[in-house]
């Protein structure tokens, strides 16, 4: 006789990655949380520091939407005082019972999540929260969540009815996330709360549209196991999949969305676009505006195109820039007083980020949108289009007052110590870069004939006759060279001489194109005030 335990065979991937013939299972790949392809949650479910990392079936598993308490309201307010009361919230909302619209969710006490698996908030278009949530100055600690779960009479007790979208909430609408007085935490730095996801995820939301989130911390570490490149062109938001620290993907469909006072420590780590320290991705099927104040990132953000430390990457539908939400970021401390070296104490990046294409200390691939004041001290990497503060720049964006002190290193090319690449979409495009600063001499490629630049490594001009408008660059490295070069033939370059006028460099001489500019040095001196 022989005994088989804790086996399993995973249906519907057989034939994929998690179970190819080139991808043989062993012992240490089934301890691994982000298997490729396959999330933890449907029959099986792993938990770090639980049987020794290996997966177990979902019977020896305790979930909090098995263990609820009711709230009685006082008015329009649910006061909460512990984990049951707050996992009855999650159950009155995932099996359809209410939405909680217009209705105030405030919490009395930390909550401990430790033990069992949270039932993420919300899971779809149909399924969402979007009343008012508050932390009031309190924690949520220990959450560990892999999907939405409700319960059913099956072998487990429980179903997972969605995994697409994962947080402390997955989906919301015109929903406010906030914290009265004191941050509102989400885990702890001594803690082991995660986020594990098939789509968007993030520690406070997977997905929210059109929610105002304020005041908020996350210490959950973010993994995704989905490759989608999220780069389907129909008017499908739930095909819209980002990661973050703070909320997955951001969808503006009416006003403004404000994103102010949030700071996320947790490690994100994903295979998928779209990535970031705060968002991942910002959507938008109409012309409205994000605004992201006073927040940073200092936690290690990886992912595959389009990773920053603050924003992933602005999308819209059928990828039309007529429909891009109008992103604005504003940094914690405005850097700039009397003179260049006065550089943020609280820079908005700290973290290391790393991707393939599109990498950026502050915004991955920045369409159309604005980032002023920020600082960035973070090492970022990428292949090609790697920049301090953007990795990508078009479609009349605007970079005001950014400094990037982070090493810079790429694979292949284009790669600035402010911004990698530079694309003009056609003659009426006016992205602007001015008041910038470039401290790192570590700005590098593994690529010999690589464009590299200390302010900005390459540009492509998609019309002829398209202008830069960079203005006020300083670079204190030791290397004269402020830009790579651009894709263009000389009679179109798209940084002309009226451009680049203001262009400094303390110390020595501007070259660019083997053109030197010393003679514009003496109007400025070597400190610089704007």
């Known amino acids: 006789d022989s005994t088989i335990k804790n086996s399993f065979y995973a249906i519907g991937f057989a034939d994929t990655d998690v179970m190819s013939e080139s991808n043989n299972i062993t012992a240490d790949y089934l301890r691994n949380e982000a298997i490729p ?14 049987n020794n990392n290996y997966p177990v079936l979902n019977t020896k598993v305790s979930y909090w939407v098995q263990d609820t308490q009711a709230v009685t309201p006082s008015g329009n307010t649910y006061t909460i005082n512990n984990a049951k009361q707050l996992a009855w919230i999650a159950d009155q ?26 039932s993420a908030i919300g899971y779809d278009a149909n399924v969402h929260f979007d009343g008012t949530f508050d932390f009031n100055g309190h924690s949520i600690t220990n959450m560990i969540t892999s999907g939405t779960y409700v319960k059913d009479t099956s072998v487990t007790g429980v179903k997972c009815v969605g995994a697409n979208f994962v947080g402390l909430f997955g989906y919301t609408v015109n929903a406010t996330i906030k914290s009265t007085g004191a941050k509102g935490i989400v885990g702890s730095d001594v803690d082991n709360s995660k986020v594990i996801s098939l789509g968007a995820a993030g520690g406070v939301g997977g997905f929210a549209q059109n929610t105002q989130i304020s005041n908020v911390e996350n210490y959950a570490s973010i993994t995704s196991t989905s490759s989608s490149d999220n780069s389907t062109s129909s008017d499908n938001s739930t095909e819209k999949k980002g990661s973050a620290g703070i909320v997955g993907t951001i969808y503006s469909v009416q006003g403004t969305i404000e994103l102010d006072d949030l700071v996320n420590h947790g490690k994100v780590s994903v295979s998928q676009d779209y990535v970031g320290g705060i968002v991942g991705m910002v ?56 003179t260049a070296e006065n550089i943020s104490t609280t820079p908005d990046n700290t973290g ?23 600082t960035n001290t973070g090492t970022i990497s990428g292949s090609t289009s790697v920049g301090g503060i953007v990795g990508r720049i078009t479609n009349n964006a605007r970079v005001y007052e950014a400094v990037n002190t982070g090493t810079i290193t790429g694979t292949s090319d284009s790669i600035g110590g402010i911004a990698g690449y530079v694309f003009f979409v056609d003659s009426t495009d006016s992205t ?46 030791a290397d004269t060279k402020l830009f790579g070069s651009d894709n263009n033939n000389k009679n179109e370059s798209v940084v002309s001489l009226s451009s680049i006028a203001g262009l400094i460099r303390t110390n020595t001489n501007i070259t660019y194109d083997g053109t030197n500019y010393e003679k514009y040095l003496s109007v400025f001196n070597d400190s610089l005030v704007w």
Not at 464 to 477: E, L, N, P
Request: net charge positive.
């Open 432 to 477: 602007t870069l001015m008041n910038l600063l470039n401290k790192s001499e570590q700005i590098t490629s593994q690529n010999s004939s690589a464009q590299i630049g200390k302010i900005v490594g390459s540009f492509y001009n998609g019309s002829t006759k398209a202008h830069a408008q960079v203005f006020m660059a300083v670079d204190t490295s």
């Open 352 to 374: 290391i980020i790393s991707g393939t294409n599109y990498v950026g200390g502050i915004v991955g691939e920045n369409i159309g949108g604005t980032i002023e004041g920020v």
């Open 283 to 338: 959507y938008g099927n109409t012309r409205t505006s994000v605004n992201i104040t006073k927040s940073r990132n200092v936690g290690n953000i990886s992912g595959k195109n389009r990773v920053g430390g603050i924003v992933g990457g602005i999308s819209g539908i059928n990828n039309s820039a007529s429909t891009f939400p109008s992103l604005s970021i504003n940094g914690v401390d405005n850097w700039i007083n009397d």
């Open 37 to 50: 392809n396959f999330t933890w949650g449907a029959a099986w479910t792993r938990m770090t520091g639980q």
């Open 93 to 118: 909302v995932n099996t359809g019972v209410t939405s909680f619209a217009g209705k105030t969710i405030k919490l009395n006490a930390n909550i401990d999540l430790s033990g069992k698996i949270w």
